[in-house]
């Protein structure tokens, strides 16, 4: 079991045939993603790697191939145009790789998924994986490994590294989700704790935040409420200085909020088993499955 | 980005935020020809990008145009946290009635734009909004209707009771909306907004940041940039491409992507080192990329030793050992190198690094301590 993705993803590529589409595309079908079509405006009726049908719109990739999810790997300007294109189209979940979005777009995307009820994963994201069965997006298929542990991050290379302390120790994982570190996202940690809590093949939940903001202090209190399976949580940014954007837009401190501490106590006092450096997972994580 | 006090004024006057007219100088002899054509007493006001200028002697008041002149001659050059005053603000010193806060910021957790007005405003407004933050209204802004007209009103109404105020207050709101929006701001405020004796209600201060997002399709916005305000070698990477920040330790961290940079940072210090930067060369690393970030890191001379933290996932790894390689061969890298590289195309990185009689490692927490142990060796 896993969320958001699994065997049965049939998954749309938008803008395939651009130099990031295509590249993890290919990626993407090695892995054994099913990916049933790509959408670039004006090279429709083209064939991707002699197997993927283009089209020029996703309503029509939609009807033709009956994709269920779709990929973003489209450059910043489009991105907020491509995103309702998805969502129009019918399309109930969407990843959106692309980094660089204006945060004004985002802030009338999100009204307008809502509205037809489809999730958003990103801006400015890694993607998801449940390995062997369904990679979306750019997170290396060869760290991972199936098991029954779900990892929920807002960071990139910091996923990878900790998710190959697992594998290599001979954890799997359900699925794991990289959330973006934007501002404004279309998934946050609270619903994929829920996804997680939910799904029956997840038994321990890793989740990695940053500095900035106060998802991970809301997160912690999600889980003391709803979460009844072990968390285990990494914060990066101890030694950030406040008042400086460190990369993401969203790993800012301003003033007393937002800072490691703040939410490394957060997690502690809902009940997180709180790693101090990354390699510090395998510990935390075996303790939590053999409870 | 954050704009210059100066460039504020100048998009929300656009938009027709009453304001007293002032001028920007470069020289004392330009403070003093605004001063003249202002005519009575004025306030000099530094030009940088931090908080705290009244106290740091940034801000002078000036009876005469020739006191402006001594006052700018003191303010030109002066540092302020590091930044040189390169460029000073001349307006009118205003007899002030009361002095409201009026704000608009791009919240995380409501998705939207969230209005903060207050009707105690000026230098203290970050003291009121942590001990008081009742005395400050916030409101949502729906980004697809925008500020209604009643909104506006309501939160005008927090600030003032004469009707006439209220509405210009209330105009000002709809201004300063659409300067934020329009600009795709994640920080826009007026700070004081003042009422004069008279009656007057006019924006006194202002401070603006702009989504750097935005600045790729607004080359308008972008040309606003003053890196002279800025530390020059993050000048330097971002035109390089990079996301550096200063930091004060002696351990340079050259890694790719901001978490995993955080979290070397981070090691860095739990294992009782002191990290020199935060320095993110990003996804798609070219050779070129990390030469940059080399020769940055290693013009600071408090730097005794450095550390590569690769996890190669689109970022290739053989990229990054060639750029290493490179590097060493164009300048002479005078501290030592710890390299940690796992991922994409590994085999071939350490190939490449072995050729020339280097070593790389595989596990963070070894290179962490082993570049930990080099400089307090150092030391």
């Known amino acids: 079991m896993s969320i958001f993705v699994d065997r049965g993803t049939r998954l749309l590529v938008q803008g395939i045939t651009g130099r990031d589409g295509s590249f993890h595309a290919k990626q993407m ?88 009820g489809t999730r958003l994963l990103g801006p400015n994201c890694p993607g998801l994986i449940t390995p062997g069965e369904c990679k979306v997006g750019i997170i290396p298929g060869n760290i991972c490994a199936p098991g029954r542990v779900g990892v929920v991050s807002r960071s990139g290379t910091l996923t990878y590294e900790i998710v190959n302390h697992l594998t290599r120790n001979g954890i799997g994982q359900s699925t794991c989700v990289g959330i973006g570190g934007d501002p404004i996202i279309g998934t946050n940690f609270i619903d994929c704790l829920r996804a997680f809590q939910d799904d029956p093949g997840t038994d321990a939940i890793v989740m990695m935040g940053e500095i900035g903001g106060t998802d991970e202090q809301n997160a912690a209190a999600f889980v ?23 990369g993401h837009a969203g790993a800012i401190i301003s003033g007393s909020s937002g800072t490691a501490e703040e939410k490394m106590q957060a997690f502690a006092a809902a009940g997180i088993a709180v790693m101090k450096r990354p390699v510090d997972v395998v510990e935390l994580v075996g303790k939590a499955l053999r409870r | ?21 002032g001028g920007v100088a470069a020289t004392p002899a330009e403070a003093e020809a605004i001063a003249k054509r202002l005519g009575g007493g004025v306030v000099v006001k530094a030009q940088v990008h ?230 993110d060369i990003g996804g798609s690393s070219n050779p070129e990329k990390v030469v940059n970030a080399l020769r940055i890191i ?17 970022t290739r790894t053989d990229d990054v050992a060639n750029g290493i390689v490179a590097a060493t061969a164009q300048f002479k890298v005078p501290v030592p190198i710890v390299i940690r590289l796992t991922g994409t195309n590994e085999r071939e990185a350490f190939r490449i690094l072995e050729g020339v009689g280097m070593t790389a490692l595989s596990d963070m927490d070894e290179a962490v301590r082993k570049v930990v142990a080099i400089v307090k060796e150092a030391a």
């Open chain 2, 298 to 314: 290693t013009s600071d001379p408090s730097v005794k030793a450095i550390l590569f933290n690769i996890f190669g996932g689109i």
């Open chain 1, 224 to 246: 003391r409420e709803h979460v009844k399976k072990p968390v285990v949580g990494f914060i990066a940014g101890q030694t950030a200085p406040k008042g400086r954007r460190m």
């Open chain 2, 1 to 21: 980005m954050n704009l210059h006090e100066y460039q504020a004024r100048e998009l929300l006057k656009a938009a027709g935020v009453p304001m007293f007219d």
């Open chain 2, 50 to 279: 931090t908080g705290g200028r009244g106290k740091a002697g940034g801000v002078k008041l000036a009876a005469t145009p020739a006191e402006a002149r001594e006052h700018a001659g003191r303010i030109l050059g002066m540092t302020i946290k590091g930044l040189v005053v390169q460029k000073v603000l001349v307006v009118p010193a205003a007899e002030i009635a009361s002095e409201s806060y009026v704000g608009l910021i791009m919240d995380r957790e409501t998705q939207r734009p969230v209005f903060m007005v207050s009707a105690a405003g000026g230098v203290d407004i970050e003291e009121v909004a942590a001990t008081t933050p009742e005395k400050i209204t916030r409101l949502p802004v729906d980004p697809v209707y925008g500020l209604l007209p009643h909104q506006a009103l309501a939160l005008a109404f927090t600030l003032y009771s004469d009707i006439r105020q209220v509405r210009t207050a209330a105009k000002i709101m709809e201004q300063l909306h659409a300067v934020f929006t329009r600009n795709g701001a994640s920080l826009a405020e007026i700070n004081p907004l003042v009422t004069t004796p008279d009656g007057q209600v006019l924006a006194l201060d202002a401070k603006i940041s702009i989504d750097d997002n935005e600045l790729d399709r607004r080359p308008d916005l972008a040309a606003l940039r003053d890196e002279s305000a800025e530390e020059p070698s993050e000048v330097l990477a971002r035109n390089a491409g990079l996301t550096f920040i200063k930091l004060d330790g002696n351990v340079g961290c050259v890694v790719n992507g901001a978490g995993l940079a955080m979290a070397t940072m981070d090691l860095v210090k739990y294992y009782g080192g002191e990290p020199a930067n935060f320095l």
């Open chain 1, 29 to 116: 079908m090695e892995y054994g993603t099913q990916v049933v079509a790509g959408v670039t405006p004006g090279k429709g009726g083209q064939t991707f790697e002699a197997k993927v049908p283009v089209f020029n719109t996703v309503a029509e990739a939609v009807a033709a191939t009956g994709a269920n999810a779709s990929v973003i790997y489209v450059p910043p300007a489009g991105a907020a145009g491509a995103i309702y294109e998805a969502a129009d189209a019918g399309i109930r979940f969407v990843v959106c790789i692309t980094e660089g979005v204006p945060v004004m777009d985002m802030t009338r995307v999100m009204p307008y998924v809502r509205e037809r």
